[in-house]
């Protein structure tokens, strides 16, 4: 790239970008292929520049002001925002990012999708409440577009992608939370093909604004005679403005904004409480908010999870962007800030702070995991691009299988280790840390959402050891491994530390393949899946050791500061972090049942 961000705020390292990009993941070469045949690595350049520009720009200057002046509900009914959100959000629009994957038909940039996502990367470190819009509107379009019919892609992704519509996702309940199965919203189907929703959505990211001319809810629901638990769900499109004869919003739909939820973090995104169908918003008191089917009834959750999945991705990259930022930001403040004495020395000048092994040691830390996790959510992206484009089926079907068995840990190592990195930036900056005047208290805050966002570390732990490691007969998990091993006999041949990390990762693979078959042997569930969440931090410290390994290899024989802070950094994963997955495999081996085995009047 040509330059970093215009910015006092050091955001991401466009250096590092270039490494994975192209030095790693090889994204220049997929020119090749047809769909991006138009692109090169000047046009991903210009991309990746204009959105560290624009997140400088438009999204950088107002992350205090909508952290510090929360979303609030005038007395007309309409929620108010600071006023540089919608700005920037219609940057962003008019800049063609809410459309950079989409095809060129739909006037998208049609770029490879890990491109896509390396740039929205700038504005999730720039500002992630804002950016929040853009990740659930992009991923709103991407389930319209492989479930919508052409005129719903036509009416509602299109205005979507020029963010003159916005988009959201409608799940949780308050009484049903993450239990799908038991949500009680109903649809019924009127003689003009819409349907009548009616029910109560909570933690609706995005729920209600006055940035865009509509807002486009997809909404899970049951219609009469649905068959009970999740295989009865269904989705629907529901407007906050119904369409008129000419297309454009018209009539308020029936959604009322009940209230605002107020998180710790992410204070410039509205969050809503919304009633649909409770008859406040359609003349005569009719009640029922109009909704449009998408795809077949029956099949909703199968199809949010298209929506589902790439927000989690999108999730895991909000996390690492949150963590690399506030890395980059107490790098900065310890080469700045002047404290103490080296070890032995009683008298003498004082140094900046970097010179003490232990902020050395919270550094490396911070470095190891932001970098692995960027590392790993761009090569999950690219699998997104190869399930779409790679040439031979069997690729594309290996892509799927892995992407699939990743994604999981794509979400959920970042959302507990991005944090951590945000944590440890908050003890390098000191009593100073935990004050407004820096920004990392800011980005903890904003970080610690995403550990519940699109799913709890719970969830995902079951998720991967329940469902993922043994779907088509542990094939995933299988592929893995082989990919893993493949990694490690290419390091094993080559210099300095590579064939130690190897054989360390081999080691680790090996306690993933017995571990797991320890787990499923005696053939009890509640057994094997009362420690998921232990299992997916391990086998995720696995992945990003293997990341590590991988990059590690890239940057064998490069000179300079920059690859010999990569070889530092996979260092430190494997002397510091890899071995904290011993214990863990300990743990799970033995078919420990004291979370199952107590009784809950002992709390």
């Not at 090996?510 to 787990?519: P, S, W």
């Not at 890239?554 to 260092?571: M, P």
Request: glycine content about 10%; proline content about 4%.
């Amino acid at each position: 790239m040509k330059h970093s961000v215009r910015s006092d705020v050091p955001l991401l390292d466009p250096r590092d970008l270039d490494f994975l990009l192209y030095e790693w993941l090889d994204v220049e070469s997929m020119c090749a292929r047809e769909r991006f045949a138009d692109h090169s690595r000047t046009t991903f350049d210009a991309v990746l520049d204009l959105a560290a520009d624009l997140a400088a720009d438009r999204f950088v200057p107002h992350n205090k002001a909508a952290d510090t002046t929360e979303p609030y509900r005038a007395d007309t009914g309409e929620v108010v925002t600071v006023p540089e959100v919608a700005k920037a959000l219609e940057a962003l629009g008019g800049a063609g990012f809410l459309a950079g994957e989409f095809d060129a038909g739909l006037d998208g940039m049609q770029l490879p999708y890990v491109v896509s996502k390396a740039a929205h990367c700038w504005f999730q470190a720039a500002n992630v409440s804002t950016s929040n819009y853009a990740l659930l509107t992009v991923a709103n379009a991407h389930l319209l577009q492989a479930y919508g019919t052409p005129k719903q892609v036509e009416q509602w992704v299109r205005p979507m992608l020029t963010g003159e519509f916005l988009g959201t996702m409608c799940l949780s309940e308050p009484e049903a939370g993450s239990s799908l199965a038991d949500i009680t919203t109903r649809a019924v189907s009127q003689d003009d093909g819409t349907y009548r929703v009616t029910g109560t959505k909570m933690w609706i990211t995005g729920g209600d604004h006055e940035m865009s001319r509509n807002i486009v809810h997809l909404v899970l629901a049951k219609t009469p005679g649905a068959p009970p638990g999740v295989k009865g769900i269904s989705l629907f499109l529901v407007p906050k403005y119904v369409l008129d004869e000419h297309g454009e919003p018209g009539d308020r739909n029936d959604v009322a904004l009940v209230g605002l939820n107020h998180k710790m973090g992410n204070h410039g995104t509205t969050n809503a409480l919304l009633a649909f169908g409770d008859g406040s918003h359609l003349p005569g008191g009719t009640a029922g908010a109009v909704g449009h089917l998408v795809g077949r009834e029956n099949q909703g959750l199968a199809q949010m999870f298209h929506m589902m999945n790439e927000a989690r991705i999108g999730v895991g990259l909000a996390a690492t962007a949150l963590g690399y930022t506030g890395y980059l930001q107490s790098v900065d403040y310890a080469r700045t800030r002047v404290q103490g004495r080296p070890l032995g020395a009683a008298s003498g000048a004082q140094v900046p702070i970097i010179r003490h092994p232990d902020v050395r040691r919270m550094l490396l830390a911070q470095k190891s995991y932001v970098e692995g996790a960027l590392a790993l959510g761009l090569y999950c992206a690219k699998l997104v691009d190869d399930v779409a484009t790679a040439g031979e089926p069997e690729e594309r079907d290996r892509a799927r299988l892995l992407l699939e068995l990743l994604t999981p840990i794509a979400k959920s190592w970042p959302a507990q280790w991005a944090v951590e990195a945000n944590s440890l930036a908050i003890q390098v900056h000191g009593g100073y840390g935990y004050a407004r005047d820096h920004n990392v208290e800011q980005l903890y805050r904003d970080n610690r959402l995403n550990s519940i966002h699109e799913g709890t570390h719970a969830i995902h732990g079951l998720d991967l050891l329940g469902r993922k490691v043994r779907m088509a007969d542990g094939a995933a998990l299988r592929l893995l491994l082989d990919v893993m091993e493949d990694t490690a006999s290419r390091a094993a041949a080559g210099p300095g530390a590579l064939p130690g990390w190897a054989e360390a990762l081999r080691r680790a693979a090996q306690r993933i393949t017995t571990t797991t078959a320890r787990l499923w042997g005696p053939g009890r569930p509640e057994v094997a899946l009362a420690n998921a969440t232990a299992y997916l931090e391990a086998v995720g410290h696995c992945v990003l050791a293997w990341i590590w390994l991988e990059q590690a290899l890239t940057a064998a024989g490069g000179e300079g500061d920059f690859y010999e802070g990569k070889r530092v950094a996979a260092r430190y994963f494997f002397a510091y972090e890899l071995p904290r997955t011993g214990a863990q495999f300990d743990l799970l081996d033995s078919l420990d049942r004291t979370t199952l085995d107590l009784s809950e009047t002992w709390f």
